[in-house]
């Protein structure tokens, strides 16, 4: 899967529409091998994007969660800290 796209289900606060217009579009990219289509491309480009974002609001809004909401902070600061630990990235300095 593109790295680039990100669990959206079961975060509190839940996923923004940017956020599902992001997975949408990496995933298009991705399918497509394309970040930019030609003219030609465009409008099946940006019609599977608006199909897949469609898509994903109702996967989201009919998944059930059983465990509680997962914080978005302390995920994404849980990733930063395998990402430097397995030497990815550079520690962060305050």
Excluded: W
Excluded at 21 to 31: D, F, M
Excluded at 40 to 60: G, K, P, S, W, Y
């Amino acid at each position: 899967m593109c790295r680039n796209i990100h669990t959206l289900h079961n975060f509190e606060p839940a996923a923004t529409g940017d956020e599902v217009r992001a997975a949408a579009l990496q995933y298009v990219r991705k399918i497509s091998g394309t970040t930019k289509p030609s003219k030609a491309n465009a409008q099946a480009f940006d019609r599977a994007v608006d199909e897949i974002e469609h898509a994903t609001r109702h996967l989201l809004a009919d998944l059930v969660a059983v465990a509680p909401p997962k914080n978005r902070e302390e995920e994404a600061a849980k990733a930063r800290a395998r990402a430097e630990k397995s030497g990815r990235y550079a520690p962060r300095v305050a």
